[in-house]
């Protein structure tokens, strides 16, 4: 009688490895797909698409229905808090140039101070005829008491401020001057210096010497002159100036 022969099937006992690294990469995709769809930014989900349509060939990763592009409520919520801080940022400028306007009234009123408001900010121009005698930086009269009003009320709040000397186009040329770029600065420090004295903090201040580059009048004429040199200090908006709907 011929011996039976069995063919016996060599038993693979590490099949399941692979369901479970089919499972395994499913899931993955799973919660990746899940993440994209939690984001509302779209550019991370384009690239989150690209990534897995790479990954795994022909398979087509379609945008999910639920996926907002950029939520108009979020851009209005962003606008309204823009706007709202603009709106506080003049309202504050306004009040400190109203406070302003009020305690140099005499000064304004002779013509020899004037606050302007501009979207930079509060600006205190005063002539240099009641600060310095003719070309020199040393503080005359009144005008300590004059500054030092103005420096009463800047020196509690947080804003820069930035304090400019202007000259005229007549030329001065003397061992402590020697153009009117240095006399023009330092009028602005001697200023800033006062404004330290008077508790104002000094990581606050800037002194710039403009000499006669940036007239307000007309240099051909004794009064054009006369306005032109000048202390100009501007308390700085810290806000870009921008039209506000209405």
């Known amino acids: 009688m011929p011996r039976r022969r069995y063919d016996e099937e060599h038993e693979n006992h ?14 993955f995709a799973f919660f990746v797909v899940m993440y994209a769809i939690s984001s509302i930014n779209t550019g991370k989900y384009r690239v989150l698409t690209d990534a897995l349509g790479s990954a795994f060939g022909s398979v087509q990763v379609t945008k999910p229905l639920n996926v907002v592009e950029q ?30 306007t009020s305690k140099l009234s005499a000064l304004i009123k002779q013509g020899k101070v004037r606050v302007s408001q501009t979207g930079r900010g509060v600006t205190v121009e005063i002539n240099a005829s009641i600060l310095f005698d003719p ?82 009048a007309d240099n051909a004429s004794p009064e054009g002159r006369a306005r032109n040199r000048r202390v100009a200090v501007t308390l700085l908006s810290t806000l870009p100036d921008v039209d506000l709907p209405r």
């Open 135 to 216: 070309g020199q930086a040393v503080l005359i009269g009144d005008s300590p008491e004059t500054l030092r009003t103005v420096a009463e009320l800047l020196k509690d709040d947080s804003h820069k401020i930035e304090v400019e000397g202007h000259t005229d186009t007549t030329p001065i040329r003397n061992a402590q001057f020697p153009s009117n770029w240095e006399l023009s600065a330092t009028r602005a420090g001697t200023v800033v210096r006062l404004f330290v004295d008077a508790g104002v903090d000094e990581a606050r201040l800037t002194a710039v010497g403009q000499a006669a580059n940036k007239p307000v």
């Open 14 to 27: 590490e099949r399941w490895l692979i369901s479970y690294a089919d499972f395994i990469t499913l899931l």
């Open 71 to 100: 939520s108009p409520l979020i851009e209005t919520l962003a606008q309204r808090k823009k706007i709202e801080a603009i709106k506080r940022e003049r309202e504050r400028m306004t009040r400190i140039a109203g406070e302003l």
